[in-house]
């Protein structure tokens, strides 16, 4: 690793670890920012108050449980109906506690754990002082987009970021209210589009960033063509990677967190031939690995014919 690149890493590392990105928990990210994960949460929890019961009433009606499955399995002597019934209890036990501890950690990676690997995002761009503009992609409730708004407010110049909705009707509404309620308005717009065709010019962006979007990009095309799913998914990736670096202007930084496909997303920046190819350790984000990749465009970028950048084939993790 070079010099320049272990300088990078230990910036990011203290503004990640910065007062201002721990400041705040998760009842106050909560107030502001809310989740769309209540239907999840709600299914895990309910299923395991289901077994949390079921466990209680075996153990505490043991005998009338030993004697139902004596009904049940007429031939098993009495101490194997006995290991049975109390094995049936403990396990379960044990799956309302994976069930309940599944439903706290996708509360956790929502809002609090979302929260902070904004902040990590945010602070992987080495120099926010020349930047101009920013897009997020796919800003969700926008955590990610106002943590940027934030960052450009302390720098007390005229930046504006931009958030990028991809095919949520409504949600561009949602994000804006939250960046009144942090006060950021005036840094922050949002629009509706495709982030496989992003509706704005070349080297646009100082600044390009997304937070657990690129992941669910693809499931709509996969259905509609056919074909394998994997496939298809890891092809619309790559056509989002492709735009991103796009709108990106030379010299400009993109920052990407994502679950479980950060691999495929560097073999293909690379093919690209971007600079300063950075991955962060792994970090447990609904229940599934995530990382951080980050890199640079080059400030006079190779031509590249799109069409020798297999998308559909040679795909890592697809």
């Known amino acids: ?67 139902l499955l004596h009904r ?9 109906l006995r290991l049975i019934t109390g094995l049936s209890g403990s396990v379960s036990a044990i799956i309302a506690v994976c069930l309940l501890s599944a439903a706290a950690e996708i509360l956790h990676s929502s809002v609090s754990l979302h929260w902070r690997m904004s902040q990590r995002v945010v602070s ?11 897009l997020d992609v796919g800003p969700g409730r926008g955590m990610l987009l106002n ?3 934030l960052r450009l407010k302390k720098e007390g110049g005229c930046g504006r970021v931009v958030g990028l909705v991809h095919r949520r009707r409504g949600a561009a509404l949602a994000a ?21 065709r992003l509706p704005f010019a070349d080297g646009y962006f100082d600044v390009v960033v997304s937070a657990g979007v690129l992941e669910g990009v693809g499931s709509e095309a996969a259905a509609a063509v056919g074909r394998r799913r994997g496939v298809a998914e890891a092809a619309e990736r790559g056509r989002v990677l492709g735009e991103v670096v796009r709108v990106m202007k030379g010299g ?3 920052v990407i967190w994502d679950l479980m496909h950060v691999q495929e997303y560097v073999q293909r920046l690379r093919e690209m031939k971007m600079e300063d190819i950075q991955v962060s350790e792994r970090v447990t ?10 890199f ?22 697809c």
């Open 124 to 134: 992987a761009v080495p120099d926010w002082s020349s930047v101009r503009t920013v």
């Open 252 to 254: 400009g930084v993109g």
């Open 72 to 80: 049940l399995l007429p031939p098993l002597p009495p101490s194997s």
């Open 285 to 294: 984000a609904y229940l599934v690995s995530s990382q951080i990749v980050s």
């Open 176 to 196: 804006l209210r939250t960046a009144r309620a942090e006060g950021v308005e005036e840094y922050v717009t949002c629009r509706e589009g495709d982030a496989t």
């Open 296 to 317: 640079r465009k080059p400030k006079d970028p190779v031509a590249i014919d799109s069409a020798q950048l297999e998308w559909r084939t040679d795909i890592i993790s």
């Open 1 to 67: 690793m070079s010099r320049n690149s272990r300088d990078r890493m230990a910036k990011s590392t203290t503004l990640s670890s910065s007062p201002s990105s721990s400041s705040r928990d998760w009842s106050q990210i909560y107030t502001i920012y809310g989740t769309d994960e209540w239907p999840t949460v709600a299914f895990l929890t309910f299923h395991a108050l289901l077994f949390s019961a079921l466990s209680i009433l075996i153990i505490l009606c043991f005998p009338a449980s030993e004697s």
């Open 147 to 149: 943590s940027v708004a």
